[in-house]
């Protein structure tokens, strides 16, 4: 299943092109994100741009309590490290997921590309 989210902002400094994957493969069949109802886009870091960075990726996993609220996000890798972490978490944490009544967990992988 693939999520694409594509923002422009205001800022010419902001502008990115967000893809979003989610990748449940490595858990069991109950630990499965449900269907998101409200994304958030991070936003691509004044500071990427100035040094040239045109790109980056991040893998997360996610925690979802049974009301669809982010309740944990954790890095698990980032390309480079710790640029667009901060972002990407924060951007996160205000998801939120069809409510199932249980907790749930899953891993995303974030592909985050300037649009300059």
């Not at 694409?4 to 989610?22: G, H, M, N, Q």
């Not at 870091?45 to 996993?61: L, N, Q, T, Y």
Request: aromatic share 8%.
């Amino acid at each position: 299943m693939y999520l694409e989210i594509s923002k422009r902002w205001v800022r010419t400094w902001l502008p990115a092109l967000v893809v979003l994957v989610v990748c449940n493969a490595a858990y069991a069949a109950d630990d499965v994100l449900p269907k998101v109802v409200k994304k958030v886009a991070p936003y691509f870091p004044e500071d990427a741009a100035k040094r040239g960075i045109k790109s980056g990726v991040i893998v997360v996993h996610l925690t979802v309590d049974g009301d669809g609220k982010v309740t944990a996000v954790n890095v698990l890798n980032s390309e480079p490290p710790k640029l667009f972490d901060k972002d990407v978490t924060s951007a996160l944490s205000k998801w939120q997921f069809e409510a199932n009544g249980k907790v749930s967990n899953g891993n995303l992988k974030i592909v985050l590309q300037s649009e300059d």
